[in-house]
Protein backbone atom coordinates (compact mmCIF):
# COMPACT_ATOMS: atom_id res chain seq x y z
CA UNK A 1 0.00 0.00 0.00
CA UNK A 2 3.03 2.34 0.81
CA UNK A 3 4.60 1.40 -2.37
CA UNK A 4 1.31 2.36 -4.40
CA UNK A 5 0.78 6.22 -2.26
CA UNK A 6 4.72 6.53 -3.01
CA UNK A 7 4.20 6.13 -7.08
CA UNK A 8 0.53 8.02 -6.99
CA UNK A 9 2.54 11.00 -4.81
CA UNK A 10 5.11 10.98 -7.62
CA UNK A 11 2.72 11.06 -10.49
CA UNK A 12 1.12 13.81 -9.27
CA UNK A 13 3.77 15.72 -8.33
CA UNK A 14 5.16 15.27 -12.18
CA UNK A 15 2.40 15.86 -13.81
CA UNK A 16 1.50 19.54 -11.92
CA UNK A 17 4.87 20.62 -12.97
CA UNK A 18 4.28 19.39 -16.40
CA UNK A 19 4.21 22.25 -19.45
CA UNK A 20 0.70 23.13 -19.75
CA UNK A 21 1.16 26.10 -22.27
CA UNK A 22 0.66 24.82 -25.43
CA UNK A 23 0.02 28.62 -26.86
CA UNK A 24 0.99 32.31 -26.12
CA UNK A 25 -0.57 35.32 -27.56
CA UNK A 26 1.47 38.45 -26.83
CA UNK A 27 -0.14 41.79 -26.55
CA UNK A 28 1.17 45.30 -26.77
CA UNK A 29 0.08 48.80 -26.45
CA UNK A 30 1.94 51.25 -27.28
CA UNK A 31 3.16 54.32 -24.60
CA UNK A 32 0.26 53.11 -22.55
CA UNK A 33 1.34 54.21 -18.70
CA UNK A 34 1.03 52.71 -15.75
CA UNK A 35 -0.38 55.73 -13.77
CA UNK A 36 -3.71 54.81 -15.65
CA UNK A 37 -3.55 51.23 -15.60
CA UNK A 38 -3.50 51.45 -11.47
CA UNK A 39 -4.36 54.79 -10.87
CA UNK A 40 -7.03 55.13 -13.42
CA UNK A 41 -7.98 58.93 -14.86
CA UNK A 42 -5.70 61.61 -14.29
CA UNK A 43 -7.84 64.38 -13.30
CA UNK A 44 -5.14 66.77 -13.97
CA UNK A 45 -4.71 65.89 -17.54
CA UNK A 46 -8.44 65.83 -17.27
CA UNK A 47 -9.15 69.26 -16.91
CA UNK A 48 -6.53 70.91 -18.91
CA UNK A 49 -8.33 72.46 -22.02
CA UNK A 50 -5.06 71.52 -23.98
CA UNK A 51 -5.36 67.80 -23.46
CA UNK A 52 -9.66 67.33 -22.74
CA UNK A 53 -10.55 67.81 -26.60
CA UNK A 54 -12.67 70.60 -25.25
CA UNK A 55 -15.11 67.51 -23.71
CA UNK A 56 -13.79 66.78 -19.91
CA UNK A 57 -17.60 65.90 -19.27
CA UNK A 58 -17.56 63.15 -21.11
CA UNK A 59 -13.91 62.06 -19.99
CA UNK A 60 -15.44 62.54 -15.80
CA UNK A 61 -18.95 60.57 -17.11
CA UNK A 62 -16.74 57.31 -18.59
CA UNK A 63 -13.78 57.03 -16.38
CA UNK A 64 -13.69 58.89 -13.58
CA UNK A 65 -14.33 57.98 -9.75
CA UNK A 66 -13.57 59.12 -6.34
CA UNK A 67 -11.62 55.68 -5.84
CA UNK A 68 -8.85 55.41 -8.08
CA UNK A 69 -9.34 51.77 -8.15
CA UNK A 70 -12.99 51.95 -9.55
CA UNK A 71 -11.67 54.83 -11.96
CA UNK A 72 -9.10 52.29 -13.56
CA UNK A 73 -11.66 49.24 -13.83
CA UNK A 74 -13.40 52.13 -15.88
CA UNK A 75 -10.74 52.32 -17.87
CA UNK A 76 -9.69 48.67 -18.40
CA UNK A 77 -12.62 46.74 -16.92
CA UNK A 78 -11.75 43.34 -18.33
CA UNK A 79 -7.95 43.58 -16.91
CA UNK A 80 -9.04 44.28 -13.73
CA UNK A 81 -11.63 41.82 -13.63
CA UNK A 82 -10.34 38.19 -15.51
CA UNK A 83 -6.67 39.00 -15.51
CA UNK A 84 -6.38 40.33 -11.97
CA UNK A 85 -8.43 37.26 -10.47
CA UNK A 86 -6.70 34.77 -12.44
CA UNK A 87 -3.13 36.06 -13.52
CA UNK A 88 -0.58 38.49 -12.49
CA UNK A 89 -0.19 42.54 -12.66
CA UNK A 90 3.24 43.99 -12.33
CA UNK A 91 4.04 47.64 -12.45
CA UNK A 92 2.24 50.06 -9.63
CA UNK A 93 4.89 51.71 -8.35
CA UNK A 94 3.09 52.99 -5.54
CA UNK A 95 2.73 49.42 -4.04
CA UNK A 96 6.52 49.01 -4.75
CA UNK A 97 6.17 47.17 -7.68
CA UNK A 98 8.78 48.47 -10.58
CA UNK A 99 9.12 47.71 -13.98
CA UNK A 100 11.39 49.44 -16.41
CA UNK A 101 13.09 49.47 -19.50
CA UNK A 102 16.82 49.19 -19.69
CA UNK A 103 17.93 50.43 -22.52
CA UNK A 104 19.23 54.36 -22.27
CA UNK A 105 16.63 55.74 -25.29
CA UNK A 106 12.53 55.10 -24.07
CA UNK A 107 10.69 55.06 -27.28
CA UNK A 108 9.32 52.26 -29.56
CA UNK A 109 11.81 50.50 -31.71
CA UNK A 110 14.34 50.28 -28.91
CA UNK A 111 11.62 49.32 -26.85
CA UNK A 112 10.49 46.47 -28.96
CA UNK A 113 13.71 44.96 -29.66
CA UNK A 114 14.03 44.88 -25.77
CA UNK A 115 10.93 42.98 -25.47
CA UNK A 116 11.39 40.72 -28.34
CA UNK A 117 15.17 39.95 -27.91
CA UNK A 118 15.73 40.26 -24.48
CA UNK A 119 19.05 42.33 -25.17
CA UNK A 120 19.68 46.26 -25.04
CA UNK A 121 21.46 47.13 -28.44
CA UNK A 122 22.58 50.94 -27.91
CA UNK A 123 23.50 50.85 -31.78
CA UNK A 124 19.60 50.88 -32.20
CA UNK A 125 18.65 54.37 -31.15
CA UNK A 126 16.09 55.52 -33.70
CA UNK A 127 12.44 54.49 -34.80
CA UNK A 128 14.10 54.68 -38.17
CA UNK A 129 17.15 51.82 -37.12
CA UNK A 130 17.27 49.30 -40.65
CA UNK A 131 16.49 45.42 -40.04
CA UNK A 132 17.12 44.37 -36.35
CA UNK A 133 20.00 42.33 -36.27
CA UNK A 134 19.01 40.75 -32.37
CA UNK A 135 17.66 37.37 -32.89
CA UNK A 136 14.16 37.78 -31.44
CA UNK A 137 12.19 35.23 -29.09
CA UNK A 138 9.13 34.66 -31.56
CA UNK A 139 12.35 33.93 -34.35
CA UNK A 140 13.45 31.40 -31.98
CA UNK A 141 10.38 29.39 -31.08
CA UNK A 142 9.37 29.44 -34.94
CA UNK A 143 12.93 27.46 -35.38
CA UNK A 144 11.39 24.83 -33.03
CA UNK A 145 10.07 21.77 -34.33
CA UNK A 146 6.66 21.89 -32.55
CA UNK A 147 6.31 25.61 -33.45
CA UNK A 148 7.42 25.91 -36.87
CA UNK A 149 4.98 27.81 -39.45
CA UNK A 150 2.79 28.57 -36.41
CA UNK A 151 3.46 31.99 -35.52
CA UNK A 152 2.40 34.85 -36.53
CA UNK A 153 2.45 38.58 -35.88
CA UNK A 154 0.67 41.75 -36.39
CA UNK A 155 1.13 45.28 -36.09
CA UNK A 156 -0.47 48.70 -36.39
CA UNK A 157 2.99 50.10 -37.24
CA UNK A 158 5.06 49.86 -40.23
CA UNK A 159 8.37 49.43 -38.03
CA UNK A 160 7.39 46.07 -37.06
CA UNK A 161 8.67 44.68 -40.15
CA UNK A 162 12.00 45.73 -39.69
CA UNK A 163 11.75 45.21 -35.54
CA UNK A 164 11.25 41.48 -35.96
CA UNK A 165 13.63 41.74 -39.31
CA UNK A 166 10.81 39.73 -41.33
CA UNK A 167 13.24 38.59 -44.00
CA UNK A 168 15.36 36.62 -41.59
CA UNK A 169 12.95 35.53 -39.58
CA UNK A 170 10.82 33.74 -41.88
CA UNK A 171 7.58 34.15 -40.08
CA UNK A 172 5.20 36.07 -41.28
CA UNK A 173 4.92 39.94 -40.34
CA UNK A 174 1.66 41.89 -41.05
CA UNK A 175 2.58 45.47 -40.39
CA UNK A 176 0.45 48.63 -40.90
CA UNK A 177 -1.04 48.78 -44.10
CA UNK A 178 0.14 45.39 -45.32
CA UNK A 179 -1.78 43.16 -47.12
CA UNK A 180 -3.16 39.57 -45.32
CA UNK A 181 -3.63 36.30 -47.31
CA UNK A 182 -0.72 36.94 -49.30
CA UNK A 183 -1.89 36.11 -53.46
CA UNK A 184 -4.90 33.88 -52.32
CA UNK A 185 -6.58 35.83 -49.53
CA UNK A 186 -10.22 34.57 -47.79
CA UNK A 187 -13.29 36.70 -48.94
CA UNK A 188 -13.29 37.87 -44.97
CA UNK A 189 -9.37 39.06 -45.72
CA UNK A 190 -10.30 40.46 -48.95
CA UNK A 191 -12.78 42.72 -47.31
CA UNK A 192 -10.31 43.28 -44.63
CA UNK A 193 -7.71 44.78 -47.10
CA UNK A 194 -10.35 47.07 -48.82
CA UNK A 195 -11.63 48.53 -45.59
CA UNK A 196 -8.26 49.08 -44.30
CA UNK A 197 -6.85 50.61 -47.39
CA UNK A 198 -9.88 53.03 -47.81
CA UNK A 199 -10.00 53.87 -44.22
CA UNK A 200 -9.15 57.12 -42.59
CA UNK A 201 -5.67 57.23 -42.36
CA UNK A 202 -5.03 59.88 -38.91
CA UNK A 203 -0.96 58.66 -39.08
CA UNK A 204 -0.56 58.39 -42.57
CA UNK A 205 0.81 55.25 -44.26
CA UNK A 206 3.25 54.51 -41.26
CA UNK A 207 0.48 53.12 -39.20
CA UNK A 208 -3.10 52.14 -39.56
CA UNK A 209 -5.79 51.97 -37.36
CA UNK A 210 -5.86 49.27 -34.51
CA UNK A 211 -9.14 47.92 -35.55
CA UNK A 212 -8.05 46.59 -38.89
CA UNK A 213 -4.62 45.17 -36.63
CA UNK A 214 -7.02 43.31 -34.67
CA UNK A 215 -9.29 41.95 -36.67
CA UNK A 216 -6.56 40.91 -39.31
CA UNK A 217 -5.07 38.68 -35.91
CA UNK A 218 -8.30 37.50 -34.74
CA UNK A 219 -8.94 36.19 -38.63
CA UNK A 220 -5.60 34.29 -38.04
CA UNK A 221 -6.42 33.45 -34.72
CA UNK A 222 -9.29 32.26 -35.66
CA UNK A 223 -8.87 30.36 -39.17
CA UNK A 224 -4.95 29.44 -38.89
CA UNK A 225 -4.49 28.49 -35.79
CA UNK A 226 -1.08 29.67 -34.18
CA UNK A 227 0.67 28.50 -31.53
CA UNK A 228 2.55 31.90 -31.02
CA UNK A 229 0.87 35.61 -31.81
CA UNK A 230 1.65 38.62 -31.55
CA UNK A 231 -0.67 41.76 -31.49
CA UNK A 232 1.06 45.25 -31.23
CA UNK A 233 -1.81 48.34 -30.97
CA UNK A 234 -0.35 51.72 -31.77
CA UNK A 235 -3.63 54.23 -31.15
CA UNK A 236 -2.57 54.77 -27.36
CA UNK A 237 0.88 56.43 -28.16
CA UNK A 238 -0.27 57.87 -31.53
CA UNK A 239 -3.39 60.17 -29.33
CA UNK A 240 -1.21 60.78 -26.84
CA UNK A 241 1.35 62.13 -28.66
CA UNK A 242 -1.89 64.33 -30.28
CA UNK A 243 -2.21 65.73 -26.68
CA UNK A 244 -5.92 63.83 -26.87
CA UNK A 245 -6.63 62.46 -23.56
CA UNK A 246 -10.44 61.60 -24.39
CA UNK A 247 -8.81 59.58 -27.32
CA UNK A 248 -5.77 58.26 -25.38
CA UNK A 249 -8.32 56.81 -22.80
CA UNK A 250 -10.60 55.44 -25.64
CA UNK A 251 -7.65 53.42 -27.19
CA UNK A 252 -6.78 51.70 -24.18
CA UNK A 253 -10.34 51.08 -22.86
CA UNK A 254 -11.06 49.85 -26.71
CA UNK A 255 -7.70 47.89 -26.12
CA UNK A 256 -9.03 46.24 -22.99
CA UNK A 257 -12.38 45.17 -25.25
CA UNK A 258 -10.21 43.45 -27.52
CA UNK A 259 -8.52 41.60 -24.81
CA UNK A 260 -11.37 40.27 -23.68
CA UNK A 261 -12.55 39.12 -26.67
CA UNK A 262 -9.44 37.40 -27.45
CA UNK A 263 -9.46 35.42 -24.44
CA UNK A 264 -13.25 34.60 -24.56
CA UNK A 265 -12.86 33.00 -27.90
CA UNK A 266 -9.18 31.35 -26.24
CA UNK A 267 -11.17 29.80 -23.74
CA UNK A 268 -13.91 28.18 -25.89
CA UNK A 269 -11.46 26.48 -28.89
CA UNK A 270 -10.44 23.08 -28.04
CA UNK A 271 -6.65 23.90 -29.21
CA UNK A 272 -6.49 26.88 -27.16
CA UNK A 273 -8.28 26.57 -23.58
CA UNK A 274 -6.58 26.15 -20.56
CA UNK A 275 -3.37 25.85 -23.12
CA UNK A 276 -2.65 29.01 -23.66
CA UNK A 277 -0.75 32.13 -22.03
CA UNK A 278 -1.64 35.79 -22.37
CA UNK A 279 0.99 38.32 -21.67
CA UNK A 280 0.38 42.08 -21.87
CA UNK A 281 3.24 44.55 -22.14
CA UNK A 282 3.94 48.02 -23.38
CA UNK A 283 7.22 49.58 -24.98
CA UNK A 284 7.58 52.54 -23.10
CA UNK A 285 6.14 55.03 -20.27
CA UNK A 286 5.37 58.58 -20.53
CA UNK A 287 6.21 61.60 -18.38
CA UNK A 288 3.53 62.62 -15.29
CA UNK A 289 6.25 64.39 -12.93
CA UNK A 290 5.53 67.55 -14.77
CA UNK A 291 2.34 66.67 -16.05
CA UNK A 292 2.41 68.47 -19.98
CA UNK A 293 5.06 65.62 -20.51
CA UNK A 294 2.37 62.84 -20.36
CA UNK A 295 2.14 63.28 -24.48
CA UNK A 296 5.88 62.52 -24.67
CA UNK A 297 8.74 60.20 -23.90
CA UNK A 298 12.54 59.63 -24.97
CA UNK A 299 15.18 59.89 -22.16
CA UNK A 300 14.91 63.61 -21.06
CA UNK A 301 11.54 62.86 -19.92
CA UNK A 302 11.08 61.84 -16.27
CA UNK A 303 9.09 58.85 -16.06
CA UNK A 304 9.44 57.33 -19.53
CA UNK A 305 11.12 54.30 -18.64
CA UNK A 306 8.36 53.09 -15.98
CA UNK A 307 6.39 50.27 -18.08
CA UNK A 308 3.82 47.60 -16.59
CA UNK A 309 3.17 44.30 -17.42
CA UNK A 310 0.19 41.25 -17.22
CA UNK A 311 -0.14 37.61 -17.72
CA UNK A 312 -2.51 34.78 -17.28
CA UNK A 313 -2.49 31.29 -18.49
CA UNK A 314 -1.86 28.08 -16.86
CA UNK A 315 1.55 28.22 -15.97
CA UNK A 316 0.71 31.72 -14.37
CA UNK A 317 0.09 31.56 -10.46
CA UNK A 318 -3.16 33.73 -9.25
CA UNK A 319 -0.87 36.16 -7.33
CA UNK A 320 -3.17 39.27 -9.09
CA UNK A 321 -1.72 43.09 -8.83
CA UNK A 322 2.21 42.67 -7.18
CA UNK A 323 2.10 44.24 -3.89
CA UNK A 324 5.59 43.51 -2.84
CA UNK A 325 9.31 45.12 -3.54
CA UNK A 326 10.54 44.63 -7.20
CA UNK A 327 12.31 45.39 -9.64
CA UNK A 328 11.86 44.01 -12.73
CA UNK A 329 13.13 45.03 -16.64
CA UNK A 330 11.65 44.82 -19.84
CA UNK A 331 14.47 42.79 -21.07
CA UNK A 332 13.06 40.26 -18.77
CA UNK A 333 10.37 39.85 -21.19
CA UNK A 334 11.82 37.85 -24.00
CA UNK A 335 13.27 34.75 -21.91
CA UNK A 336 10.40 34.97 -19.76
CA UNK A 337 8.34 34.10 -23.65
CA UNK A 338 10.49 31.36 -23.71
CA UNK A 339 10.28 29.34 -20.39
CA UNK A 340 6.60 29.90 -20.46
CA UNK A 341 6.52 27.83 -23.90
CA UNK A 342 8.85 25.34 -22.37
CA UNK A 343 11.76 26.52 -23.38
CA UNK A 344 15.30 28.54 -23.45
CA UNK A 345 15.61 31.59 -25.48
CA UNK A 346 19.30 31.24 -26.69
CA UNK A 347 20.93 33.86 -28.92
CA UNK A 348 24.44 35.09 -30.36
CA UNK A 349 23.84 38.30 -28.06
CA UNK A 350 23.16 38.43 -24.40
CA UNK A 351 19.84 37.44 -23.27
CA UNK A 352 18.65 38.35 -19.78
CA UNK A 353 17.08 35.68 -17.07
CA UNK A 354 13.41 35.03 -17.21
CA UNK A 355 10.84 36.96 -14.54
CA UNK A 356 11.37 33.59 -12.32
CA UNK A 357 8.08 35.18 -9.96
CA UNK A 358 5.93 35.23 -13.60
CA UNK A 359 7.00 31.28 -14.41
CA UNK A 360 7.51 29.65 -11.05
CA UNK A 361 5.56 26.38 -11.27
Same mark, same amino acid.
Given at each position: ?????? +???????? @??????? %????????????????????????????????????? +???????????????????????????????????????? &?????????????????????? *??? #????????????? &?? /???????????????????????????? !??????????????????????????? %??????????????????????????????????? @?????? %??? /?????????????????? *??? +? !?????????????????? @? @? #???????? *????????????????????????????????? /???????????? +???????????????????? %?????????
Amino acid at each position: MKKVIL +IVFVLTGF @LSSAQKT %ENIIIITTDGFRWQEVFKGMDAAIANDKKFNQGDSTY +IYKKYYSTDSKESREKIMPFLWSEIASKGQIYGNRDLGSK &VDVSNPYWFSYPGYSEIMTGNV *DLQ #INANSYKANPNIN &VL /EFLNQQSKLKGKVAAFGAWDAFDRILNE !KRSNFPVISAFDKVGGSKPTSNQKLLN %EMRDNSFKPFHNDECLDVFTHYQALDELKNKKPKV @LYIAYG %ETD /EWAHAGFYKSYLDAANQV *DKW +I !KEIWTFVQSDSQYKNKTT @L @L #ITVDHGRG *DKTKAQWTDHGSDVVGASEIWFAAIGPEIASKG /EIKTDSQLYQKQ +IAQTIAKIMGYTFTAPHPVA %EEISEVVKK
